[in-house]
């Protein structure tokens, strides 16, 4: 079995297949996540992953979650703090410790697997909104469906995080299955 370290590295690696496929004129393209457009979500990404990084380091981020993490070069900004996040993820102690998050602190393992729900999730929501599905990693998303339906994941819906879960065919591809299951209507 993977570890959640496994998995984020699969997250982090699939999310920048899609991240690399977003071309400047995509930016202002609406996502499955509510009022957000693709510069606004890749930007909350890249945000996070760099506090994450940070927390795991004993590091300053360089700015707040939502600072423009992007500025002119969104590609470069994915590739730098992917290398980052992946690092800290890596350390000895990333799993063993606690993890302050903006809603308080959390045991370092339950930290891991709201950070991996976060790239893999926001990752789908950017290849949704720039039309290719086709890089989203299946394995990955199916992998975090059933991680999720094993936990309670229902403490991380409400404003700002998830929204309640979306009907959906079971048949659906496993990346439209967790969207759903995450609050995502999928445009």
């Excluded at 002119?72 to 800290?88: F, G, K, N, S, W």
């Excluded at 729900?117 to 990752?123: A, D, I, W």
Aim: proline share 5%.
């Amino acid at each position: 079995m993977s570890s959640i370290v496994d998995h984020i590295d699969t997250a982090l690696t699939a999310t920048g297949r899609i991240v690399d496929a977003i071309a400047a004129d995509q930016l202002s393209a609406p996502t499955p996540c509510e009022k957000w457009d693709v510069r606004t979500e890749l930007n909350h990404l890249v945000g996070g992953m760099r506090i994450f990084a940070a927390e795991l380091t004993g590091a300053d981020p360089g700015g707040e979650h939502e600072s423009d993490w992007l500025t002119t070069d969104h590609h470069a900004a994915y590739r730098t703090t992917e290398a980052l996040d992946r690092a800290a993820w890596h350390r000895p102690d990333a799993l063993s410790g606690t993890v302050r998050l903006g809603f308080g602190p959390v045991p370092g393992t339950l930290a891991a697997l709201i950070h991996l729900t976060e790239v893999l999730v926001h990752g789908m929501d950017l290849a949704v909104a720039i039309g290719r599905e086709d890089l989203i990693e299946q394995r990955a998303a199916a992998d975090l469906l059933e991680i999720l339906h094993d936990n309670d994941f229902d403490d991380f819906r409400g404003p700002g995080m998830f929204g309640p879960a979306v009907g959906i065919a079971a048949v659906a591809p496993a990346h439209r299955r967790l969207l759903a299951f995450a609050g995502r209507a999928l445009l």
